[in-house]
């Protein structure tokens, strides 16, 4: 690992922002420089999600560089969905180690509020699979599918996860509450928690990041200063959720934190203290587990024993989270690294210091877990020195997954894999909205549309039909698979005749 | 400069294309990874100018990923406007020269030409400045200014420089009906040129690039291959033109050059030949100039001398370049890289190889010139050896232009500084537009939309009103300064009392 270290960083207040997306940039590279004692850079990454769509301007970085005073300055926008921020600190990394820059700035931003609540979500959802969207699928719809395939796996009670979804939604609150930059400043109690709406069955609203303005800003430079980078690492998934490996956990927050820990040399064990994509409740669960704090399963058990509250032996996202920080989607992945700094720097309110800030992960989710990055920081005065474990070989990208056939014409019969109830399903579609991933009788994959709630359940047999708009599937009642039969019968004899 | 090498390149036929736009990418990433020999990648770049609005999806590094059967691979998109394809190429040799990663695969592209032709310069135009837009100038129109502003400054008459631009159009579709990949395979006469309707005074339809679908792939590493990246440089300018220090040339254009010659080591005159941004004829001429490979002004002598000809001493856009090949915004940088290699490697068809082909530059325009590349290409086996003159000092970026104070009120006098006529205006507002970039009274620059076409001439004094939607300007006649002159006088009077 080459050296690259941090020597300035700034952040906005997150939250519902008067001012305009470049102002709101400009504001947070402003507090950076001025940290780093800097009055321009060698080059700028500029990371915003869709500020197209959702300001209707493009060519951002010329925008933000013009904006900084820095125009001349080489300037580049990059992107990767919800995990934007974390891309741009990755490809800073990368410009300082190639020793084509000596010092750059790195700003990632978005504004989303000024917006419609229909808009964003729509917005958003292009992040996903057409036909996973086509169906009525929205973000909360396959988390929540994600959760329920978890709790099968780890044969966890409804009852049970809710009770831990609340408790990290409680505590990012908490830390939240104590954090001047957040959205949310107010602690929330385990009866407001379930007294909010359902999202789509088993989220609630308070299980999901808020739309949020605010940006964040990074210099870094190959001098060394108080803070390095130690490990970074990234991978990609499969966009279609129905065709991974795991429905219950993310491959490529595995991949990209097992490239990180190789690069800085360390287990996760190490760790004092992480910053998690918690865009869902549950998923500050999976990535606890995914990044090998806790054994599969086992994430929701150090909530409730307080294993990962500031006060705990592994804090878990105290800054609030996406939960109660906010989530302006661009800026989240490098303000979860401001907030690492200014932890390791001991530069936060006292009572949301953490004990043990020496070395601390970051981990960005981009789409629903597709492009996922992992980013290890410690303070260059860390007692342990590094050992370079570095192996170009075991960095090299696992092979691809299979990914099945797409499914040609009816399969009649098939399982459960997961599902959700969509509350608040899109424009055009009826709540409530029962969705399924259902495996068919060839193993191939399909997300489909229910009729009726009752027999939603993993591993219920069910029929699968191809209609206009996608797939559809119903219970498979003894009446309903005979008269299928006998209608098979007839076809075939029709075909053959 | 370190080591990296081109180890396998592809590119679709350029054109009105059926595919949807992953298809396009997926199909020139498989032609770079066969002509590579390799099956897989560490790590993917995406240039992709503005999918979302395009063709309506987002979380494009991870479709392309996945589409490619990359899953698990790190993937980032990069974007600059229209030069996004070369922001690419140049994030791609920093992964390289950073040690992160041994190969990685570049794919930039675009999928345009089943928009409405009111939709795509709808979308082209939010590369532009907010105030410029208002008040109806489009790229073509901003173009227009441009060369009306190069003329005055270089003495060219119009009647000549719409002969030199002829014959730009002329020469690059002939290069184009040459090249099997390029959109327009037919050369164009003289008489074809003129009768082409004027879009923006001087520009005729036949001086822009179309709109365009296509892809093209690179793959870069590490070892040594028959072509090396021997330099690259970036700039950005300021977003609006009427701030820029040059109404007639391009400081981005100039800084990127002079920073990839010195990485380089050579001077311009060593270069074979080029594929430069012709998104408008003109701008070849003056890139041409800006690249140091004629003095200012002198750029359209060489073309009437048939110097950037196939067959001539320095080739420009022997590809057909935008205007023939065509332009696919996201993907021309890149494909602008695999034109050098196919002539490098005398991989061209016979009639359209170059003779000089072992140095050659590729540069590429983002927005109207605020974020410009070049990107210089030397054959291996070249016979002069490189000297490393890389100094980092000389590479820091100049201090950044002067920026004017935004115009306060009201400036009543002011001068024509460049003008155009538009006459295929956006929507709301009617032909023929005239449009000017004014300078007032104490320096500062203004956009503003005339009355009357009979006063357009650069040098000429007029007034200035703010009116609803932006600035006006109509001829300062001696009635009218006559009139004003009284009408302040009174105000004045009437302020004071």
């Given at each position: 690992?080459?050296?690259?270290?941090i020597?300035?960083?700034?952040?906005?207040?997150?939250?519902k922002?008067?001012e305009?997306?470049?102002?709101?940039?400009?504001?947070?590279?402003?507090?950076?420089?001025?940290?780093?004692?800097?009055?321009?850079?060698d080059?700028?990454?500029?990371?915003?999600?869709?500020p197209e769509?959702?300001?209707?301007?493009?060519n951002?970085?010329?925008?933000?560089?013009?904006?900084?005073?820095?125009a001349?300055?080489p300037a580049?926008?990059?992107?990767?969905?919800?995990?934007?921020g974390?891309?741009?600190?990755?490809?800073?990394?990368?410009?300082?180690?190639?020793?084509?820059?000596?010092?750059?700035?790195?700003?990632?931003?978005e504004?989303?509020?000024h917006?419609?609540?229909?808009?964003?979500?729509?917005?958003?959802?292009?992040?996903?699979?057409?036909?996973?969207?086509?169906?009525?699928?929205r973000?909360?719809?396959?988390?929540?599918?994600?959760?329920?395939?978890?709790?099968?796996?780890?044969?966890?009670?409804?009852?049970?996860?809710?009770?831990?979804?609340?408790?990290?939604?409680?505590?990012n609150?908490y830390?939240?509450?104590?954090?001047?930059?957040?959205?949310?400043r107010?602690?929330?109690?385990?009866?407001?928690?379930?007294?909010?709406?359902?999202?789509?069955?088993?989220?609630?609203?308070?299980?999901?990041?808020?739309?949020?303005?605010?940006?964040?800003a990074v210099?870094?430079?190959?001098?060394?200063?108080?803070?390095?980078i130690?490990g970074?690492?990234?991978?990609?998934?499969l966009?279609?959720?129905?065709?991974?490996?795991?429905?219950?956990?993310?491959?490529?927050?595995?991949?990209?934190?097992?490239?990180?820990?190789?690069?800085a040399?360390?287990?996760?064990?190490e760790i004092?203290?992480?910053?998690?994509?918690?865009?869902f409740?549950?998923?500050?669960?999976i990535?606890?587990?995914?990044?090998?704090?806790f054994?599969?399963?086992?994430?929701?058990?150090a909530?409730?024993?307080?294993?990962?509250?500031?006060?705990?032996?592994?804090?878990?996202?105290?800054?609030?989270?996406?939960?109660?920080r906010?989530?302006?989607?661009?800026?989240?992945?490098?303000?979860?690294?401001?907030?690492?700094v200014?932890?390791?720097?001991?530069?936060?309110?006292p009572?949301?210091?953490?004990?043990?800030?020496?070395?601390?992960?970051?981990?960005?989710?981009g789409g629903?877990?597709?492009?996922?990055?992992?980013?290890?920081?410690?303070?260059?005065?860390?007692?342990?020195?590094?050992?370079?474990?570095?192996?170009?070989?075991?960095?090299?990208?696992e092979r691809?997954p299979?990914?099945?056939?797409?499914?040609?014409?009816?399969?009649?019969?098939?399982?459960?894999e997961?599902?959700?109830?969509?509350?608040?399903?899109?424009?055009?579609?009826?709540?409530?909205?029962?969705?399924?991933?259902?495996?068919?009788?060839?193993?191939e994959?399909?997300?489909?549309?229910?009729?009726?709630?009752?027999y939603?359940?993993?591993?219920?047999?069910?029929?699968?039909?191809?209609?206009?708009?996608?797939?559809?599937?119903f219970?498979?009642?003894?009446?309903?698979?005979?008269?299928r039969?006998?209608?098979?019968?007839?076809?075939?004899?029709?075909?053959r005749g």
């Open positions: 690992m080459p050296s690259i270290y020597t300035g960083v700034g952040m906005t207040p997150f939250g922002r008067r305009p997306l470049g102002a709101l940039i400009a504001r947070a590279a402003r507090q950076a420089l001025r940290d780093a004692k800097l009055e321009t850079v080059a700028l990454f500029v990371g915003v999600m869709n769509e959702f300001v209707g301007t493009g951002t970085a010329s925008v933000i560089a013009d904006r900084l005073g820095l001349g300055v580049i926008r990059v992107e990767t969905a919800s995990s934007t974390a891309a741009v600190l990755h490809t800073g990394c990368a410009a300082i180690a190639s020793g084509f820059y000596r010092r750059v700035l790195l700003v990632a931003g504004k989303m509020t917006l419609t609540t229909a808009r964003v979500p729509r917005i958003l959802a292009e992040m996903l699979d057409r036909e996973e969207r086509a169906c009525g699928a973000m909360p719809a396959l988390a929540a599918m994600i959760t329920e395939r978890y709790i099968r796996e780890h044969r966890i009670s409804l009852s049970h996860i809710q009770r831990i979804m609340a408790q990290v939604a409680i505590k609150h830390n939240g509450s104590l954090n001047p930059l957040a959205q949310f107010q602690p929330i109690t385990e009866a407001e928690y379930y007294a909010s709406k359902l999202v789509s069955v088993p989220l609630r609203l308070y299980d999901c990041a808020p739309i949020t303005d605010g940006a964040a210099v870094l430079t190959g001098e060394v200063t108080d803070i390095r130690a970074i690492g990234q991978s990609t998934d966009l279609p959720l129905r065709l991974r490996s795991s429905l219950a956990a993310f491959r490529a927050t595995r991949l990209a934190a097992r490239r990180a820990y190789e690069m040399g360390i287990h996760p064990e004092g203290f992480a910053e998690v994509h918690d865009a409740t549950p998923f500050e669960i990535a606890t587990e995914d990044l090998g704090f054994e599969p399963g086992k994430g929701g058990r909530v409730e024993k307080g294993v990962t509250a500031l006060d705990g032996p592994l804090p878990i996202n105290p800054s609030g989270g996406l939960k109660a906010g989530h302006p989607v661009g800026a989240t992945g490098l303000a979860q690294v401001v907030e690492v200014y932890q390791m720097r001991g530069q936060v309110e009572r949301r210091q953490v004990r043990s800030p020496a070395l601390a992960l970051a981990h960005s989710v629903l877990g597709t492009n996922n990055f992992v980013t290890i920081l410690e303070r260059a005065d860390r007692a342990r020195p590094l050992i370079a474990v570095r192996s170009p070989e075991r960095l090299q990208p691809p299979h990914r099945p056939r797409p499914i040609q014409g009816v399969a009649p019969e098939g399982v459960i997961t599902f959700t109830i969509v509350h608040v399903p899109p424009e055009g579609f009826t709540p409530p909205l029962p969705l399924a991933i259902v495996r068919d009788a060839r193993g994959m399909v997300i489909a549309r229910g009729e009726g709630l009752r939603l359940k993993i591993g219920r047999r069910v029929f699968i039909e191809r209609r206009e708009g996608g797939f559809w599937f219970p498979a009642t003894v009446f309903e698979m005979a008269r039969r006998v209608q098979q019968l007839f076809r075939g004899r029709g075909r």
